[in-house]
């Protein structure tokens, strides 16, 4: 699924990372959103005190499609 991320207030970093590359955004614009694509890895940090992040996915959750061991990412890049 897609997910769109947005500090609705406060600030929080996000990591991405491919499989390849990592890559560090701080969110704190609750006009500013982040969208990420399916197969990206994304964790959420250093949140500010009274920091709200706003998760919106693409559609109706369903735990099989998502990967929550970090190594078992790292071998689906490779397959």
């Given at each position: 699924q897609l997910e769109f991320l947005?500090?609705?207030?406060?600030s929080f970093e996000v990591i991405l990372d491919d499989g390849q590359s990592?890559?560090?955004?701080?969110l704190n614009k609750p006009n500013i959103g982040?969208?990420?694509?399916?197969?990206i890895w994304?964790?959420?940090?250093?949140?500010?005190?009274?920091a709200v992040c706003l998760v919106i996915a693409s559609g109706e959750?369903?735990?099989s499609d998502y990967?929550?061991?970090?190594?078992?990412?790292?071998l689906s890049k490779t397959t």
């Open positions: 947005v500090a609705l207030s406060g990592k890559t560090t955004l701080i982040l969208l990420i694509p399916k197969g994304r964790e959420l940090e250093n949140f500010s005190s009274g959750f369903d735990e990967i929550r061991d970090y190594e078992q990412f790292k």
